[in-house]
């Protein structure tokens, strides 16, 4: 009687393969379960404030003339920002009082070029209001209607018309100040360009290092940034898959080795 049954190995064969089966897919519905808990994104809103300053202003710039004043910060774009709210403290100086109860409108700005210089920035939102607490850091915070950011960088500001020899622009110098992200510029009474800010020709469009003083605006943007979260679960998920190749390799080898055997005549038959 020939000792090999290929036969009986076959079905030998046929179980451990089901066994093999069942013990590596039985970790799937784990493995897709924590992936999926843990790959859920899902959308986180903070509250975020851009601001350069400390809160409190050491000097303050104005005109010696009743012109259009422009001033505005710039900042670096967080990814997923919602600009909503854009706060300012006014400055302060001989008559600083006689800026209380003066128009101005806060200002936001992209930045197209994304090289955080303004000379090409654009309007995308605006609110008007009214000046208080001059001289004091009180922020006057105006709603404008949530914009998100998609450029690189960002500005915000103010224009105002100013009573002559009045510094509405408060300015923080306490150390570290930040180069090259508070701007100012001017016009002709009534011919403030928001627009364009390099047509304003009374002072043209510069760092405020260029005119000689260093320091940042006490101007601030309020945002919600979302930011979406779950991401990492990915990684954990492809572990899992890992850890399952890892298995299937494992049990394929054992049940190639066990098949071999099998079918070597040195298996002895169990019907012989
Ligand atoms: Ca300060
Ligand atoms: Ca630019």
Same mark, same amino acid.
């Given at each position: 009687m020939n000792p090999l049954e290929p036969y009986r190995c076959f079905r030998f064969g046929a179980r451990k393969s089901v066994q093999f089966l069942a013990k590596t897919v039985r970790h799937i519905p784990i493995i897709v379960f924590v992936g999926c808990l843990f790959c859920s994104p899902a959308d986180r809103v903070n509250a975020f404030i851009y601001s350069l300053d400390d809160g409190t202003a050491e000097a303050a710039v104005g005109l010696r003339l009743n012109n259009d004043l422009i001033a505005l910060n710039s900042f670096a774009t967080v990814s997923g920002t919602t600009i909503d709210t854009i706060s300012i403290a006014f400055g302060f100086g001989p008559n600083g009082? !006689?800026?209380? %109860?003066? #128009? @101005?409108?806060? $200002?936001?700005?992209?930045? #197209?070029?994304?090289? %955080?210089?303004?000379?090409? !920035? &654009?309007?995308?939102? &605006?609110?008007? %209001? @009214?000046v208080a607490g001059a001289g004091t850091n009180t922020f006057v915070p105006l709603s404008i209607s949530p914009t998100v950011v998609t450029t690189p960088n960002f500005f $915000?500001? @103010?224009i105002l018309t100013q009573p002559s020899g009045i510094f509405p622009a408060a300015l923080d110098q306490t150390p570290p100040t930040f180069d090259n992200r508070s701007f100012v510029t001017a016009s002709a009474a009534g011919a403030g360009n928001i627009f364009d800010l390099t047509a304003n020709s009374f002072v043209p469009l510069t760092t405020i290092e260029g005119a000689g003083i260093s320091g940042n605006w006490l101007i601030r943007a309020g945002a919600k940034v979302t930011q979406r979260v779950g991401d990492s679960g990915r990684w954990a998920f492809l572990l899992g898959l890992a850890i399952l190749s890892g298995i299937f390799v494992r049990r394929f080898s054992q049940v190639t080795q066990a098949g071999r055997f099998c079918s070597n005549s040195d298996r002895p038959s169990r019907r012989g």
């Open positions: 009082d !006689a800026l209380n %109860g003066t #128009p @101005f409108q806060a $200002v936001l700005w992209n930045d #197209p070029n994304g090289d %955080g210089n303004p000379s090409d !920035a &654009t309007v995308l939102a &605006t609110a008007n %209001g @009214f $915000v500001g @103010f």
